[in-house]
Structure formats: C-alpha cells, structure tokens
C-alpha cells in the first residue's frame, strides 16, 4: 500500500514521534529518511512512501494519533 502524507495539523508536533512512526511503518525506510521526510512535511510539503502491508492497519492508528493528514494512494 502506498500512502501520501498530507500534513500535520498538531499544535506542537512531535518531530521525534513523526519520524519514529514513519521508520516504524514504512518500507525500506531509515531513521535519517524517516527524519528528512517529517521536516518535509512539516515545512508543508506532502511525502509519500511504501506502507508494509502487514502493518496498514496499526500504521493508519498511529498516524492518526498524531494528527497527521494522509491519502491512501493505492
């Protein structure tokens, strides 16, 4: 499953969180990309990246909980 990554609409957001969510649920993603793609999208800009597909179900919740926009691509 692909996913965008839309925006962040927390009043403080949680960089550390937002990259670590991002590591944990993406697809061939490291902590320095996962780092790099939150300040992309908290500059305003959308990411998108490769979901693993046994963790779609919990990766939706967790971005979620963090307040982050999202379109499932495909």
């Known amino acids: 499953m692909k996913i965008n990554l839309l925006s962040c609409d927390a009043i403080r957001p949680d960089k550390k969180g937002i990259a ?23 500059e305003g800009d959308p990411v998108d990246f490769e979901v693993n597909d046994k963790n779609s179900g919990s990766a939706l919740r967790a971005l979620r909980k963090l307040d982050i926009d999202y379109q499932i691509l495909d």
């Open 20 to 42: 670590n969510c991002i590591e944990a649920i993406a697809k061939d993603i490291n902590a320095a990309q996962a780092f790099q793609f939150t300040e992309i999208l908290l």
